[in-house]
């Protein structure tokens, strides 16, 4: 009955044994794996826009070599992302259609445009250092796939990290007009990182029971202030100013108390109206009518061979 199969379902997430593929599950527990892993599909594959922007224009072609390899594991994760969420039933052509007709979220985060060098390190240092403060915990999540795709997609982003990070050292240690550079690039990715983490956790609608299901691991402030923590002592390594006059360390607290985000721009980010959303939508859309062909032509050719040798 549904009754004992929810109680064998509850007993393995208070184990922590993972829920596979073939294991009944709540359906409101798939339909959150469906709408958190696609969209997270969804954040890799349009996260290569705002990077791909730089290939051409690397200042060296060991920075170049470098970018380009990020930016490919990027389509990756995207990949195998999917990969775990169709175990749960939905196709990838249903996924592709969500994401092209603009129905579909992903992060805030790569709306935002990348005008100059900098950004490559602003964005490895603290867009996937964001990244990585969420996804290690993922590695740990309830379900077996998103859990196991974690596992190599937090390696290659902790690579992704240090990319950016030495990045903003070479500038910040370089002319004065790179250190500038270097901080300008922080002072406009800081606040959009914070919002990467989500709503503030009284806001947000589906914290509490993933939390409970063991989709989450943290809420999205407690990630939030790791990230503030630790991204604050980094800068002092790197001799940059804080974008945030209010950052200051809180004794009591054991952490630094940060200002205020605007909550605002977020949600108007997330409901399509960033600085490059439509961009980005766009970018997407073309490449997928673009490729048509090379689909069309796999499928013939799979149809050919398949009349020719009955395989
Ligand atoms: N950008 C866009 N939408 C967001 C963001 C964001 N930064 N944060 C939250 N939202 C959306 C949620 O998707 C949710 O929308 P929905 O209910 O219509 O699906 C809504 O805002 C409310 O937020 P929450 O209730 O807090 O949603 P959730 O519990 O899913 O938490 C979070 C959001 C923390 C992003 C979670 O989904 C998560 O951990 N996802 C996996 C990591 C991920 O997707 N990272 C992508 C960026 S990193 C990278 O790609 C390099």
Not at 162 to 168: A, H, S
């Amino acid at each position: 009955t549904v009754h004992s199969f929810q109680e064998h379902f509850d007993s393995k997430i208070d184990r922590e044994v993972s829920i596979e593929p073939r294991d009944w599950m709540p359906d409101d527990y798939r339909k959150t794996l469906i709408r958190q892993i696609s969209q997270h599909a969804h954040s890799e594959i349009i996260g290569m826009l705002p990077e791909g922007n730089w290939i051409t224009r690397a200042p060296s072609l060991r920075r170049k070599a470098v970018l380009l390899a990020k930016v490919q594991d990027e389509a990756g994760h995207g990949l195998y992302l999917y990969s775990a969420a169709e175990t749960l039933g939905i196709t990838r052509d249903q996924m592709y259609d969500q994401l092209h007709s603009g129905k579909a979220k992903y992060s805030s985060i790569f709306n935002y445009p990348t005008l100059s060098w900098a950004d490559m390190g602003a964005i490895g240092w603290l867009v996937d250092g964001a990244a990585i403060m969420n996804q290690v915990p993922l590695c740990r999540t309830s379900y077996g796939p998103y859990a196991r795709a974690m596992v190599r997609v937090c390696k290659e982003e902790s690579f992704h990290q240090r990319q950016g990070f030495e990045i903003m050292l070479s500038l910040s240690r370089g002319t004065e007009a790179q250190r500038k550079m270097a901080q300008e690039a922080f002072d406009r990715w800081w606040w959009p990182s914070l919002m990467m983490f989500g709503p503030p956790d009284a806001e947000s609608p589906n914290t509490e029971q993933s939390v409970r299901w063991r989709i989450k691991r943290f809420t999205n402030d407690e990630l939030r202030q790791k990230f503030v923590d630790v991204t604050t002592e980094q800068a002092k390594v790197l001799g940059l100013e804080m974008p945030d006059k209010d950052i200051k360390w809180n004794e009591e607290r054991g952490h630094y108390d940060f200002g205020k985000i605007d909550w605002n721009e977020f949600w108007n980010v997330v409901k399509g109206n960033g600085p490059c959303n439509k961009q980005r939508i766009d970018a997407r859309r073309n490449a997928w009518e673009n490729g048509q062909w090379v689909r069309d032509a796999a499928l013939a050719h799979a149809a050919k061979r398949k009349a020719r040798t009955g395989e």
